[in-house]
């Protein structure tokens, strides 16, 4: 059978789905054929063998385990993906790779670019929903909407707010939690939501946050969670990114205006430059999902479909 061999990045929601319909597929081929070969470099037995890459060893946690499912902690740069996408050409069926990181994440999605080009692989980006002013939609009628363009420009315009102290609810997680230090009494009047990780809570620590003031768990939450985390803060602004739908972002604003909390938006960054390229395409997820599903009704990638998981290794870049 001429199975796929998928490089999948992304420990997000759209990365975990992805890999569980993976999952899904091969388990229902495993009585066809030996799982373990995909490991071990030989012609696969299965539609799909993934290996699925993720920054932290929680974002492994959350994957599912299954046949043909590898799963690889750590951040790679252009050059280490290259390698291994060309070591992978020598060795298995037609290659895919799927971008389903953080839409922040924009370094990430540039490596994977780069590599996929170099080392003539297909690549999908999975996109979610409106981006930019587009999340204006998502918000309900009537929420107090602050759009700024980066956390360190969101810390500056909470720090003007002096006159002013309300408590902070910060959901833009643990990574760039260094800004939000330089807001007036921040020790204070700062929570911050963040996964429920060692690192996290180290990280939160160690910068002067309150362990009392830490929300450590993992989303996305509903709105009534929102609304219950702000009255635990006492907060009057909350502050987060443009996630979309798959991200929360109206749950937290309809908990926002239902408690007169004011919200703190950062949008989106610039997107990476796109390729106007056979090789390239940007699906949404359940596109991808559906595609995924279609080839494992068939046991293979071979297709006339247009679509880009379909297709597979055709038109890669020379």
Not at 167 to 187: C, H, Q, V, W
């Amino acid at each position: 059978m001429n199975g796929m061999h998928v490089f999948l990045f992304g420990g997000t929601t759209e990365g975990r789905k992805i890999a569980e319909a993976i999952a899904e597929v091969n388990r229902e081929w495993a009585a066809h054929g030996d799982a373990s070969a995909c490991e071990a470099g030989e012609p696969l037995s299965l539609p799909f063998c993934a290996e699925v890459y993720v920054a932290t060893a929680y974002g492994a946690s959350l994957l599912p385990a299954g046949p043909g499912i590898t799963v690889h902690v750590g951040r790679l740069d252009a050059a280490e993906m290259r390698a291994l996408f060309e070591a992978a050409r020598q060795t298995s069926g037609p290659l895919l790779v799927v971008d389903a990181t953080h839409p922040y994440a924009a370094v990430v999605s540039e490596n994977i670019l780069s590599a996929c080009a170099a080392a003539g692989v297909r690549c999908i980006r999975v996109e979610r929903e409106s981006t930019g002013a587009g999340e204006a939609e998502l918000a309900p009628e009537g929420a107090a909407l602050h759009w700024v363009d980066s956390i360190e420009e969101a810390a500056a315009w909470l720090a003007a707010k002096s006159s002013h102290r309300p408590n902070i609810l910060i959901t833009t997680g643990s990574k760039e939690l260094a800004p939000y230090t330089r807001i007036p009494d921040f020790a204070a009047r700062c929570y911050v939501r963040a996964l429920p990780t060692v690192e996290a809570l180290e990280k939160c620590q160690a910068l002067g946050f309150r362990r009392a003031h830490l929300i450590l768990m993992q989303g996305p939450f509903s709105e009534e969670m929102n609304v219950a985390q702000l009255r635990y803060a006492d907060a009057g602004y909350l502050v987060t990114k443009a996630s979309g739908e798959t991200g929360g972002f109206p749950e937290k604003c309809e908990a926002a205006l239902t408690l007169g909390v004011e919200v703190v938006c950062i949008g989106r960054p610039k997107e990476v430059s796109i390729p106007d390229a056979a090789w390239y395409d940007r699906e949404k997820l359940d596109a991808v999902l559906r595609r995924i599903r279609e080839i494992g009704s068939t046991g293979t990638c071979e297709s006339s479909s247009e679509d880009a998981v379909a297709t597979c290794e055709s038109s890669r870049p020379q």
